[in-house]
């Protein structure tokens, strides 16, 4: 996935990592790491990315195909129905509640 990351960028627009970053609404951090490969991407954050570049899912994440079998397979497409503002707002919550997760030892 980092690969494609880097390769679509270079590609398709003349950004830097942080004016993508920024572009999108994403932290630069973030982003940076995701492009390195030091982190992985959630599968809403994945779907804003597919969709700027007109590319599949699955030609994103390269190796790191997503299983299609699995209950989350809808969710790129409920995340577009909601709209872009909308998507983003999900996403936000969807790493906030990621975030407290890691840092709260009372949540599973």
Known sequence: MANNLKRLRKEK??????????????KYKAYQNWERG????????????AD?????????MGDEK????????D???RLRALGYDAAERVIKYLEFEEN??????HVK
């Open 13 to 26: 627009t003349t950004f830097t990592q942080e004016e993508f970053a920024k572009h999108l609404g994403f």
């Open 38 to 49: 030091v982190r992985g991407m959630n599968l809403g954050v994945a779907t804003i990315i």
């Open 52 to 60: 700027f570049y007109g590319v599949s899912i699955n030609d994103l």
């Open 66 to 73: 997503l299983d299609s079998g699995d209950e989350y397979s």
């Open 75 to 77: 969710i790129p497409n």
């Open 100 to 105: 407290v997760g890691r840092t709260n030892p």
